[in-house]
């Protein structure tokens, strides 16, 4: 399987900022067994599309209809048409701060495989679920939840990743034990295959949460963890480029 490393880039990016994407996608270059994907603000997707070669430019949220009256949101066709080859769902950021729920998050990701993009569905458990000894099952329960209506022919699962990001190790600079982060990819690779088969096993499972050149390698060397989302060491080349070389 392909590593597949993917930098999350939040409400950060000016158009200034395209010589930071332009010099991540020259570092893709040199790892040619790497699959990188760069999720950018919408405002920076059409131009950055235009001149990476070494990289897919994917958007951070897309809304679940088709089109419509939903004033200030932008459909699948509207980012692919811009240049994005795949959009982030279901992140901890839009869960909480939008209210979204797994069930609206699985029309998403069916929107995005009508449209032929790629989706990275981010699923993790917050603290207090951790604490409890809860996670495992909480987690495999959001990923049911949140892919409830991908359709489940191998075809369509092709662009398909997931994302497990504890919401506790986001920013924070903590990341769970590497046994913990072994056991969680472990029980999703297992909830993939009872889901969708043996396509289940070629589901990419990424890791995300505080994931920095210093941490990186031992956790891409976990079995199970396909790669890596990556958030504060992803806006710059500088801190960014050791995570797709540790890959
Ligand atoms: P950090 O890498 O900044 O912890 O963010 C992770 C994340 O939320 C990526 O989607």
């Not at 010589?19 to 131009?47: Q, R, S, Y």
């Not at 999703?188 to 889901?195: K, T």
Request: glycine share 8%; charged share 20%.
């Amino acid at each position: 399987m392909r590593p597949y490393i993917v930098a999350n880039w939040k409400m950060h990016g000016l158009m200034a900022d395209i010589n930071e994407v332009m010099a991540i996608d020259n570092a893709a270059a040199k790892f040619d067994h790497v699959d990188v994907g760069i999720g950018l603000p919408a405002t920076l997707i059409h131009t950055a599309s235009e001149q990476v070669k070494n990289s897919e430019i994917g958007a951070q949220d897309c809304h679940q209809a088709e089109q419509g009256a939903h004033t200030g949101c932008l459909s699948a066709a509207m980012l692919s048409e811009a240049g994005a080859a795949f959009s982030i769902i279901g992140h901890s950021e839009r869960r909480a701060d939008h209210a979204e729920t797994s069930r609206l998050i699985a029309q998403k990701a069916l929107t995005l495989q009508n449209a032929s993009m790629g989706a990275i569905l981010c699923i993790g458990e917050d603290l207090a679920t951790r604490q409890s000894g809860a996670a495992l099952d909480f987690v495999a329960g959001q990923l049911v939840e949140s892919l409830a209506l991908a359709d489940d022919t191998s075809l369509s699962l092709e662009r398909l990743t997931i994302a497990y990001e504890p919401i506790w190790a986001i920013g924070t600079g903590r990341v769970p034990a590497l046994t913990d982060i072994a056991a969680m990819h472990s029980k999703l690779r297992d909830q993939l295959v009872a889901s969708f088969g043996p396509a289940g096993d070629a589901i990419r499972i990424l890791y995300g949460g505080s994931v920095k050149a210093s941490n990186a390698k031992d956790i891409l060397a976990l079995e199970n963890v396909n790669g890596a989302l990556v958030g504060g060491a992803s806006l710059k080349a500088e801190s960014f480029a050791p995570i797709i070389a540790a890959a």
